[in-house]
């Protein structure tokens, strides 16, 4: 069965203070991981689209890396305002158009 | 620029009702879904829909539930009667196209429907 677990849970960060969020997948034959923002009570924000291992996109603060089992995408010098919720989706050759996403890391910068 | 719009953004409904969640999908794409997300939980799949007709859906999307494309603009998702269950954030997301690769799927607000 497709998988998709992101780690950790809950980050805090000072503000400057860099980090990383995981996203590891077990899929059938992967064809893009997906990374989105979700604020509070909205819908998610794409962010990113990855296709293959060794890709890397980046976007002002974030940069997102992808190798055959999992992506991470990195936060340099974080501020408030990048406090949200990351999701991770992935679709698979063998389920279709269907995304399968993580539960999402919740982040948290202090100012 | 373009997004995917959703209305209402809150619903009341008593147990038993029907509803119908409406979503205007970004104008040039081609492909519709509906996800759901219950609070704290994992944003799930329900339904994928091409060409007026349903490609792909999960065992969420048993018969209570149906959408259409009534005109050129609009995607609705109907919950015929609704459970206590069926509370939850509905997002209605949309894509370009759907090929060998990934296509980004862009999703709207979102509606929050309550039944009581």
């Known amino acids: 069965e497709d998988q998709v677990t992101q780690s950790p849970e809950a980050l805090r960060l000072q503000e400057g203070e860099s980090s990383s969020l995981n996203c590891s997948y077990t899929?059938?034959?992967?064809?893009?991981l997906f990374w989105y923002r979700q604020d509070p009570g909205k819908g998610p924000e794409f962010l990113f689209t990855?296709?293959?291992a060794g890709e890397e996109k980046e976007k002002e603060r974030l940069k997102a890396t992808l190798t055959k089992k999992e992506s991470f995408l990195h936060i340099t010098a974080p501020k408030p305002e990048d406090s949200a919720t990351y999701l991770c989706a992935v679709q698979a050759r063998s389920t279709g158009n269907q995304f399968y996403f993580g539960t999402g890391t919740s982040l948290t910068v202090i100012p | 620029e373009p997004e995917v719009t959703q209305t209402p953004s809150h619903q009341v409904t008593q147990m038993g009702q029907e509803v119908i969640l409406r979503c205007v999908p970004i104008s040039n794409h081609l492909y519709f879904y509906w996800y759901r997300q219950i609070l704290g939980q994992k944003v799930e799949f329900l339904v994928s829909f091409y060409n007026n007709e349903i490609s792909e859906k999960s065992e969420i999307f048993d018969d209570q539930f149906s959408v259409e494309r009534p005109d050129g603009s609009n995607f609705t998702l109907k919950i015929r009667s609704t459970k206590l269950e069926d509370s939850a954030m509905y997002f209605c997301?949309?894509?370009?196209?759907?090929?060998?690769?990934?296509?980004?799927?862009?999703f709207g607000p979102g509606t929050r429907l309550l039944v009581l």
């Open positions: 997301a949309s894509s370009a196209e759907a090929g060998q690769f990934g296509e980004t799927q862009y």
């Open positions: 899929v059938s034959g992967l064809r893009g």
């Open positions: 990855l296709y293959s």
